[in-house]
């Protein structure tokens, strides 16, 4: 599969680059227009949509051999109280992996106009929260090195706060609800320093965010490193805060929900030295369709129309199919090593149906909620097909949500 590509000595680097190495790779900026590049974007992305390979090893076909489930929970329960929780799963690139001549904030204001308009009410985001972060460190004999790959450090917080982090949570919990409609810069500033202790950083950068910008200082309760800090969430190029806290503040949101998860992690540390090489291998396997796939994913830089577009590629049947056979499938068809591909397969679902689980956790006591979930665009279709069998989760479609408006 050619979007992944980069010669990965150690296992542990090796997993933990593999969805990012699926992210779309960056156009040279100089080489078309915009104007060409929303029409090569366009084009593309018809031909990925009508053409497909022949069916592959690893291929998303599936078959029953044993069993089937007593019920199938597809879809919405017949007879519900109330509307169902409607879901938008919007696989994206990572894009702080995007050179800044080719992707400016700028190129968001049409994704960003046709998220705003579906109206969520929460939006999840690719962090791992505070109690996940809490368990990685506690465990950190399990886990080496993944807190600090994936976790900010919620210190500078607590220091000020004179809090433990479970107190700094209780603290959340008990004083969030009780937010007024238009809370002070004092609270706000209290809030953004609790949700930070409690290691929910992105939801502390939101209430940052929701600041005048003449507000954002240091008190009683925020430090200057803590301001500082904030204030390095609020430029990130990271699509947590081009997209989340972006969509966030323009909504008036007051928290953002951390839905990623490394306990799964376990399974690919418990794995054998065999599976470096063994995945390797297919990820290396060329796809009938990578110079197509290629090339669409470069022509969708430089423009906003051009990144509108490039999000509807990502989140297509297509470009889902094609990720799959490339990784996922193929690793799960793979024999080598007593099919070793197969323990970074279960990697991957663990940690899938975790990420899921958090997103129906944000959701819980808001039935009826509209949930946008912004995700390395890899998981999305494992997504879509895990929420789906929740009694009363509806899946939206990206494509119509991102489609041109009706006149």
């Given at each position: 599969m050619k979007t992944i590509s980069m010669p990965i000595p150690a296992l542990a680097a090796a997993l933990g680059l593999a969805l990012a190495a699926c992210s779309p790779q960056p156009a040279d900026p100089a080489a078309t227009t915009a104007g060409a590049a929303t029409n090569a974007a366009t084009d593309t992305a018809s031909t990925a949509d009508t053409v497909t390979a022949p069916r592959l090893a690893g291929s998303p076909v599936f078959e029953r051999t044993g069993a089937a489930p007593l019920i199938d929970f597809a879809g919405v329960q017949a007879v519900l109280g109330g509307e169902p929780t409607r879901v938008l799963v919007l696989g994206t690139a990572h894009l702080n992996q995007l050179p800044e001549a080719a992707l400016s904030p700028d190129h968001l204001a049409l994704l960003l106009d046709r998220l705003a308009a579906y109206r969520p009410d929460i939006i999840a985001v690719e962090s791992v929260g505070g109690r996940g972060c809490d368990t990685l460190r506690r465990h950190?004999?399990?886990?080496?090195?993944?807190?600090?790959?994936?976790?900010?450090?919620?210190?500078?917080?607590?220091?000020?706060?004179?809090?433990?982090?479970?107190?700094?949570?209780?603290?959340?919990?008990?004083?969030?609800?009780?937010?007024?409609?238009?809370?002070?810069?004092?609270?706000?500033?209290?809030?953004?320093?609790?949700?930070?202790?409690?290691?929910?950083?992105?939801?502390?950068?939101?209430?940052?965010?929701?600041?005048?910008?003449?507000?954002?200082?240091?008190?009683?309760?925020?430090?200057?490193?803590?301001?500082?800090?904030?204030?390095?969430?609020?430029?990130?190029?990271?699509?947590?805060?081009?997209?989340?806290?972006?969509?966030?503040?323009?909504?008036?949101?007051?928290?953002?929900?951390?839905?990623?998860?490394?306990?799964?992690?376990?399974?690919?540390?418990?794995?054998?030295?065999?599976?470096?090489?063994?995945?390797?291998?297919?990820?290396?396997?060329?796809?009938?369709?990578?110079?197509?796939?290629?090339?669409?994913?470069?022509?969708?830089?430089?423009?906003?129309?051009?990144?509108?577009?490039?999000?509807?590629?990502?989140?297509?049947?297509?470009?889902?199919?094609?990720?799959?056979?490339?990784?996922?499938?193929?690793?799960?068809?793979?024999?080598?090593?007593?099919?070793?591909?197969?323990?970074?397969?279960?990697?991957?679902?663990?940690?899938?149906?975790?990420?899921?689980?958090?997103?129906?956790?944000?959701?819980?006591?808001?039935?009826?909620?509209?949930?946008?979930?912004?995700?390395?665009?890899?998981?999305?279709a494992y997504f879509d097909a895990y929420l789906d069998q929740m009694h009363d989760f509806e899946l939206v479609s990206v494509e119509q949500v991102l489609a041109d408006p009706v006149e």
């Open positions: 950190a004999a399990l886990y080496p090195g993944v807190a600090d790959d994936y976790c900010t450090d919620p210190a500078t917080a607590l220091e000020r706060l004179g809090m433990t982090q479970p107190e700094a949570a209780l603290a959340v919990e008990t004083e969030f609800p009780a937010l007024t409609e238009n809370p002070s810069a004092t609270q706000r500033r209290r809030l953004a320093t609790l949700f930070f202790g409690a290691g929910e950083p992105w939801s502390a950068a939101l209430q940052w965010s929701r600041l005048d910008p003449a507000d954002r200082i240091a008190d009683e309760v925020v430090s200057p490193a803590l301001r500082d800090r904030l204030n390095r969430f609020l430029t990130s190029r990271n699509e947590n805060s081009l997209i989340g806290l972006a969509l966030g503040n323009q909504l008036g949101l007051e928290r953002l929900a951390a839905m990623d998860d490394h306990t799964a992690d376990i399974v690919r540390m418990r794995a054998p030295g065999a599976l470096g090489p063994v995945i390797q291998g297919v990820w290396a396997a060329e796809h009938p369709l990578d110079a197509r796939m290629d090339a669409a994913q470069q022509a969708y830089l430089g423009s906003a129309a051009g990144v509108l577009e490039g999000y509807r590629f990502l989140n297509s049947e297509a470009y889902q199919r094609f990720v799959i056979e490339g990784d996922f499938g193929l690793a799960a068809a793979t024999p080598d090593e007593d099919a070793v591909a197969r323990q970074y397969l279960a990697w991957w679902q663990v940690r899938g149906l975790r990420m899921a689980a958090n997103v129906v956790e944000a959701a819980g006591n808001q039935p009826g909620a509209r949930v946008l979930v912004i995700v390395g665009a890899s998981h999305k």
